[in-house]
């Protein structure tokens, strides 16, 4: 083909639901976009019927959609996370020059995006890596977009995104460019996690009022209905509502037919991963982790119901106001994983040497993510007022909301504990509170045994800080003591 047919804004390669949402999306807001799938049908089926009318231009290789695109170069992948990225753009860069353009919208791991910007910089090529959260609507109207990679390629990228994506009450959109290499897909992961501790979180209310309180769905769906109006304001909460009221064919309410095993596709254990691994106690998000993998069980929860005993979930005393209690139990561990979560932003940023916006990064989950919510709003302010904020939990606003919750939060989590009603998140969350306002902890014991069965040494509380110690406590085991190390 002819160079002058140069005429795309941007390639896209991939035409399952997600890609061609965003190539629609695309077009909507005026980019010319060129399209290849790997079954080349896919593309003429596409342009038969979801893209009839558009300007949305069909390729049948790789080499005839970087034909049509206008320089820099803009390919953008929307395909499996994985091999397949590496696989395709071993294809698409011998079609390329100096200073184009590779991105990969797929849910990748950070380690993969911080590898391909590296080894595409070293050929002379850019490369972003960036979450695309919302589904299959948020590609179609707006997702939340979190891109990172190479810094010199967001300049020509950021008027296509920024058009795309989905926009605040205010108008400002949710994309914003987070930082170096793999820190665009570390975000989202991030924000994966976050979104199963809020569904953990979701789970764990639902099972209070139904079991706990008795409730029937018709009462649930109006409490989280009632809830969406205030604080709690989010699209999970929302949807919550609007599950406990639909019902099937025979009158039956679908969420009492659904099998209770959850699934999972990993970017919740990578989040828990890389905690472990920076020392980050995520403990919110790795209980949401681990309750989907006990729920599970589902033959062996069955088989143990029936030998096991607990106390029987029976309820006394003021529904309405044990509802309220649920409400802010909940409202006060949602802030406790979101402090959690950028913990453990801040410390993958200083290992990685990233530069990361957290005030930008509330903004971008403001709109058009699953875990999109008002609540947003106040971290961004939180942010804005204190950009070196060490944790959310240290500023006014958090702090005053625990402080308002915290009575509810207790008489939840000791309610549960007591009708055996197990609330993982709801009380991992009370524990790290807990935990993070103690002056003193019980590590000290730690040492000691430490060093007492292995020599592990310790530092002294009248000493500085980076002195080791090492006692003999049997008198047995002499002077030697182990180098001290961290894991």
């Given amino acids: 083909m002819p160079d002058n047919i140069a005429t795309a804004d941007i390639g896209l390669i991939g035409l399952a639901v997600m890609g061609q949402n965003v190539v629609l999306n695309m077009n909507d807001h005026g980019y010319v976009v060129s399209v290849f799938n790997r079954t080349t049908s896919k593309v003429d ?60 919208g797929g849910n990748s791991h950070f380690p993969d995006s911080i590898r391909r910007t ?38 020509h990228v950021k008027e296509i995104f920024q058009a795309i994506c989905a926009k605040t009450p205010q108008g400002e959109p949710c994309c914003d460019w987070v930082g170096e290499d793999g820190a ?41 209905a009632n809830w969406n109006e205030g604080e709690l304001d989010s699209f999970l909460i929302q949807i919550t509502s609007e599950i406990l009221a639909v019902k099937d064919d025979q009158g039956r309410h679908v969420i009492d037919t659904i099998l209770d095993a959850a699934g999972q596709k990993g970017t919740g254990k990578w989040t828990v991963s890389s905690a472990a691994e920076l020392g980050v106690p995520m403990t919110l998000v790795g209980e949401a982790v681990f309750s989907r993998c006990l729920s599970s069980l589902k033959d062996e929860r069955v088989a143990a119901s029936k030998v096991l005993r ?9 529904r309405d106001a044990f509802v309220e209690d649920i409400r802010r139990a909940m409202y006060a561990a949602k802030i406790v994983s979101y402090a959690q979560g950028y913990m453990l932003m801040r410390e993958a940023a200083k290992e990685n040497k990233w530069t990361l916006n957290y005030g930008g990064v509330a903004l971008m989950w403001r709109g058009g993510c699953i875990i999109r919510s008002r609540f947003l ?42 009708t055996g009603i197990p609330v993982p998140a709801i009380s991992s969350a009370l524990s790290f509170f807990d ?14 045994q430490r060093d007492y069965f292995g020599a592990h040494t310790y530092e002294r509380i009248d000493r500085p ?23």
């Fill in 45 to 104: 089926d596409f342009l038969a019927n979801e893209a009839k009318g558009t300007k949305i231009i069909g390729t049948h290789s790789i080499a005839d959609l970087c034909r049509t695109l206008k320089r820099p170069r803009r390919v953008m992948l929307l395909v499996k996370a994985g091999n397949p990225v590496d696989e395709f753009i071993d294809l698409i860069v011998p079609h390329l020059e100096p200073g184009d353009i590779i991105i990969d």
């Fill in 118 to 155: 590296k080894q595409l910089e070293a050929k002379g090529l850019l490369f972003i890596g960036t979450g695309v959260s919302g589904g299959e609507e948020g590609a179609r109207h707006g997702p939340s977009m979190m891109p990172g990679g190479s810094g010199a390629a967001w300049p």
């Fill in 184 to 224: 665009g897909h570390y975000v989202k992961m991030v924000h994966n996690g976050i979104e199963y501790g809020d569904m953990q979180l979701i789970s764990e209310a639902y099972h209070l009022m139904k079991e706990g309180v008795g409730l029937s769905n018709d009462v649930m769906q109006k409490a989280f």
């Fill in 310 to 318: 607990g106390p029987q979930a029976t309820f006394s005393g003021d």
């Fill in 377 to 418: 709003g106040k971290i961004r302010d939180a942010f804005a007022k204190n950009p070196d904020l060490s944790n959310l939990l240290m500023d006014d606003f958090f702090r005053q909301a625990i402080d308002d919750c915290q009575a509810a939060w207790r008489r939840v989590v000791a309610r549960a504990a007591e």
């Fill in 435 to 448: 935990g993070y306002r103690h002056g003193w902890l019980p590590a000290n014991m730690l040492q000691a």
């Fill in 465 to 487: 800080r980076g002195q080791f110690f090492h006692t003999n406590w049997t008198g047995r085991g002499g002077r030697v003591a182990s180098s001290s190390y961290t894991v």
